[in-house]
């Protein structure tokens, strides 16, 4: 007997927004990468922390748990729903980046925070889970329309929004982040690999532009430093201006021991941290180089080098094991997904976090100039810890759900 074929698609099914017993069906393997790596972050931010803040410790432990209630609500919300509000979810993300620019508090000379009271946000950090479920409605909107230039191109006006707020602040690392997941997206999604070519040829050009600033550039000159008292001032550029202290990293990333005592004091220190941990590490809690506070940042960007210090190398391959394994289960939750909603979902969340690992890791090691891109669940920061486990919440959201969409 011939079955007849259903005469609805995948849209027209009915289910809860909002249920909890979705969580009886939560990937049982993903939830032990997480909660080990997390283990591994409060152990390491607490060797690097006791002895100036050890209530980060507990800080750390209180965002994960909070970031855990985020993403069972996410577990629990049927993901197309969310999808279907992205629209109104990026208008609001814009409307918090334009309010940092406004009324932003200024940490570190970048305006990053918008603060009410004890409560601190950073709306760069909700803007790329944001920028995922935005290209996600768009590209599910357009279906195979993706493939025609004018619907491609607009893509980029979708995501280039966020990120050049994100560069006023500025922000260099996290607009940096957005873009691998633009053109990861864009394949995904079934677009012409010729227009992706000519998009990556067009971003290859602006290694000229970045020359043209770098060419004159002298960390040994006082007068091009804005901060001192006797610059010379900038003449005004047409595009983007890196800043100085963008300028003085790349310099010394490009010319490694030119100035091991001021902007490459990072990167200097972070490889001798990485390197006296030998094979088997020193010990925990015996990291000499976090202890006498020669590494800077040991809580937040340079916490690998903490963690490859106290544990050395195999005790750092461990971690990045887990990392590994933790994104390419997140990979296979894509691939075996159904329909190309679930799909685009759950390949954004992956390269958010598969960037913040390996751009991180490459820092710490001197592959990569220095820029303020953290690890995840190892280091130290509210927003930052939120936006992973909310990324998290999305992942495990998305294989749950396979069988509603087999008939």
């Given at each position: ?26 990937d049982w393997m993903m939830p032990i990468f997480i909660l080990s790596l997390a283990v591994v972050g409060w ?365």
């Amino acid at each position: 007997m011939t079955h007849p074929t259903p005469d609805f698609d995948v849209h027209d099914a009915t289910v809860r927004v909002v249920n909890l017993r979705n969580l009886r069906r939560v990937d049982w393997m993903m939830p032990i990468f997480i909660l080990s790596l997390a283990v591994v972050g409060w152990l390491t931010v607490y060797s690097a922390t006791r002895s100036t803040d050890p209530f980060k410790f507990q800080k750390m432990i209180f965002h994960f748990l909070l970031g855990a209630g985020v993403a069972v609500l996410i577990i629990a919300t049927d993901y197309r729903f969310l999808v279907a509000i992205a629209p109104v979810l990026y208008a609001g993300a814009i409307a918090l980046l334009v309010g940092v620019l406004a009324t932003g508090t200024i940490t570190k000379g970048s305006e990053r925070w918008l603060v009410w009271g004890p409560f601190r946000l950073q709306p760069s950090e909700i803007a790329k889970l944001t920028v995922v479920y935005a290209l996600t409605w768009y590209f599910t909107t357009l279906g195979h329309r993706i493939r025609k230039l004018h619907w491609f191109l607009l893509t980029f006006l979708i995501a280039g929004l966020p990120i050049i707020l994100i560069l006023k602040q500025p922000n260099l690392g996290t607009a940096a982040c957005l873009v691998p997941l633009v053109f990861v997206m864009l394949y995904v999604a079934g677009c012409r690999l010729l227009h992706l070519a000519l998009i990556v040829l067009m971003g290859l050009s602006l290694i000229p532009a970045v020359w043209w600033e770098m060419k004159d550039f002298d960390p040994n000159d006082k007068t091009q430093n804005p901060a001192f008292a006797g610059a010379q001032k900038a003449s005004p550029k047409p595009f983007y201006e890196l800043r100085y202290h963008q300028k003085r990293r790349i310099y010394t990333f490009l010319n490694p021991g030119s100035d091991l005592k001021d902007s490459g004091w990072q990167t200097y220190q972070s490889q001798i941290t990485v390197g006296s941990g030998g094979l088997f590490g020193k010990g925990y809690l015996k990291g000499t180089q976090t202890r006498l506070n020669y590494l800077p940042e040991h809580d937040t960007d340079f916490i690998f080098s903490v963690l490859a210090e106290e544990r050395g190398f195999f005790g750092a391959l461990v971690v990045v094991g887990l990392f590994a394994a933790f994104l390419l289960r997140g990979f296979m939750f894509a691939r075996d997904c159904p329909e190309m909603m679930g799909t685009l979902l759950a390949t954004g969340t992956v390269t958010i976090l598969a960037f913040h690992v390996f751009v991180n890791i490459a820092i710490t090691i001197g592959l990569m100039p220095v820029t303020g891109i953290p690890l995840p669940f190892l280091s130290y920061g509210g927003s930052f810890y939120l936006t992973t486990m909310a990324c998290v919440g999305v992942l495990l959201n998305v294989p749950m759900r396979q069988r509603v969409f087999v008939y």
